[in-house]
């Protein structure tokens, strides 16, 4: 594949995983809600760690250190907006192009109706479990999951959150990925091999039999009732049907760990985000192919701003260590990536 530019480099976390970071710094916290610390706006915002990105339809939305929240109408020029909470925030999910959920360390969700240009906390409580992933099935039923079994839910828009009870979180084992599928089951990967599947939007889950018995960090839908998940060590596993019980590996010449599965728009493959600076593409049949990064020639921000908002446009210059990635966009020109370096647009 042909080589990709990145349009942004940097990173003070050298080849440390998102998820290591998100997942055990649990001692990390900030003070109580009526005491919290606004996110401060960085000069270098961009370059910091990010954990997860979404397109909403309307703009790009990235999450990450100290409460850092970026937005870009074109995945080109950055803006960092204010945040109510100074924590390590986690993962973002997005039901329309204005209303959405990020959650985080603390036990910390944030709620947006503006597209993101403004937050609201909805739970926050110092020394409670980090949460790592949020799923919304529409604007009122949402779950939210975390460390050592920690899982909430709401059936109000997350005006109220409620822990809930089962067999599964009674393990107390880190949940790491929620995914919704094409037919409508959320699937839970996480620590030591975990999958649970949910048929009735959360309310109940069934553990399944897992053929890794390792750490698993991302999953994606695939095909009308199947699943990709992926894990420690370049692990891939795939189902056609997550009902069914049958899990098929991939191989994958890779051994970094898999921090984040994407499906292409067009339902062609999947691309992988991977420790190390590795991003890889997957097609449907199983072949894998890393994607060449030109590390070259490497993006920071032109000339520093002077004062808030900061704005940076993406441009090319010096590359710096990449460090993992945490997720990566399909662009119609390249790959849009956040991870130990920031956010990066490959091109």
Known sequence: MQALRPGFSGSRFRAVSCFLLAGLMAGAHATPLDGTAPAEMARESVRTLLTDIQYTGRRYVAVGWRGHILLSEKARDWRQVQVPVNVLLTAVDFVDELTGWVVGHDSTILKTTDGGDSWDVQSFGAGLPPLLDVLFLDARHGLAVGTYGAMMQTADGGLSWENVHNDIVDEALHFNDLQRLADGTILLVGELGMMAISTDEGRTWRRLSSPYDSSLFSAAPSGDRGAIVGGMRGSLFITDDIHDGQWRPIEN???????????????????????????????????????????????????????????????????????????????????????????????
């Open 253 to 347: 010449p890779s051994t970094q760990s898999i921090f984040g599965i994407t499906q292409l728009p067009d339902g062609t493959g999947h691309v992988l985000a991977a420790l190390n600076g590795t991003l890889q593409v997957i097609a449907v049949d199983g072949e894998i192919s890393n994607v060449a990064l030109d590390k070259e020639s490497a993006g920071i921000p032109p000339v520093p701003p002077s004062g808030p908002p900061y704005v940076f446009v993406l441009t090319d210059d010096v590359d710096q260590e990449l460090g993992a990635f945490c997720r990566a966009l399909p662009l119609k020109d390249g790959f849009l990536t956040v991870g130990d370096s920031g956010v990066r647009y490959w091109h």
